[in-house]
């Protein structure tokens, strides 16, 4: 079994920018979808981005389409999460996963998952 490693959370003011990042290990990365989700407190984890194996294909969530962007680097097994213009509502813990399969969108389309790293959005 293999392991995901989320960082680069942290606390940040409402209209600023942050990168998340996250290391896989033991698993053959470029061959799977990796996605990143999200669980607010009293909320269901939720689906933010995910992408294809290749990279090159995308999906988000309507409420972060347009601010937030994820991408991959298969050389480095890590897929990132750009966020910039940072609300409230964004604040969550930000876990990412890796697909069964080479794209998922759903949290059934993915096979394990990382611990999650803190994103607080001040307002």
């Known amino acids: 079994q293999g392991q995901l490693v989320e960082s680069g959370g942290g606390l940040v003011q409402a209209g600023a920018s942050l990168n998340l990042s996250c290391v896989v290990s033991g698993r053959a990365f470029s061959r799977y979808g990796m996605g990143w989700f999200r669980q607010a407190p009293g909320k269901e984890r939720g689906l933010v981005a995910s992408?294809?194996?290749?990279?090159?294909?995308?999906k988000y969530a309507d409420s972060v389409e347009g601010r937030f962007t994820i991408s991959r680097d298969n050389a480095k097994s890590t897929v990132y999460l750009h966020m910039s213009s940072l609300q409230s509502e964004d604040t969550a813990v930000y876990y990412c996963?890796?697909?069964?399969?080479?794209?998922?969108?759903?949290?059934?389309?993915?096979?394990?998952w990382g611990q999650g790293t803190q994103v607080t959005v001040s307002s």
């Open positions: 996963a890796i697909g069964r399969t080479s794209w998922g969108f759903r949290a059934s389309d993915f096979a394990q």
């Open positions: 992408i294809h194996s290749n990279g090159r294909s995308a």
